[in-house]
């Protein structure tokens, strides 16, 4: 089953390695990982997605709990939350085919941040879903780079 | 000094603790990273986003380079890139400022994706600084909550 989880660490070196050999351990192949700041500049926040046996991925939820720097852990998977990725495409641009592109990049409410003569670069946030959604519609002109953060997911309402 | 970093990697388990290893063991806490799929389901793509000594760094950058798993390692830094980042915030609602802060999140042309009675969760994408910006001008209200992608970055133009 697939499970998103955030784990809020203290930024210290090495945190990360011992983060992600912890999965790496167990055998779980992290399907995306995001590290962004928080409010505070002294923590970081995680946010994993990981695949794999729920019985399994509950021992390294633990383990990871105990973990000195990290502070807390938190498996989104039976919550009620909101998920959102990031996207960078660098797209082909057929002759004569800019102007579809642009509306197809409109329909989805992405933004273009490079133009050049024969390819543009979209950007694109939403659900996973959504930008496979685009990126199946731009394979027909052709995909020539990807580049995505990884999910970030927050709990909807008031704790 | 700043650097992006761009890895193309095999996913397979560990690499992930290998290559965050590699910071770590040189003493460099990684600012921000972020693991996403890309158009091959069988590589992925770290950015990450290392201040330090360019010296190191640079026998970092070929270190990496020789890991079995690693296919490709771009430093973004003297090139000419669009980088981008995403936000989930949990901002503080007062009474009879919603409409304020409503306002504010067009202005930075912002998502509202979960509206409580004392809460709201907006999101926003853009470069680093837009987030801050944003981030300064949301304290007044209070922030409950923050979560941040680490960016991602790709080169302009046709290489």
Chains 1, 2 share one sequence.
Do not use: W
Request: include cysteine; glycine fraction near 10%.
């Amino acid at each position: 089953m697939k499970h998103i989880i955030s784990v809020i660490v203290e930024n210290k070196v090495g945190v990360l390695a011992r983060i992600s050999g912890l999965f790496s351990g167990r055998g779980f192949n992290i399907d995306s990982l995001s590290v962004g700041e928080t409010e505070n500049p002294d923590l970081s926040r995680l946010t994993i997605v990981v695949n794999g046996d729920d019985t399994v991925l509950e021992q390294v939820r633990k383990q990871l709990g105990k973990l000195i720097d990290v502070l807390k852990v938190q498996d989104f998977t039976d919550e009620n939350y909101v998920a959102r990725d990031l996207m960078f495409v660098k797209t082909n641009v057929p002759p004569g085919k800019r102007g579809e592109i642009v509306e197809l990049v409109d329909v989805f409410r992405g933004k273009i941040v490079d133009v050049g003569q024969r390819d543009m670069i979209i950007e694109l946030s939403g659900t996973e879903d959504k930008l496979d959604a685009m990126l199946t519609l731009l394979r027909t002109y052709g995909i020539k780079e990807v580049a995505r953060t990884g999910c970030i997911a927050m709990l909807r309402g008031t704790k």
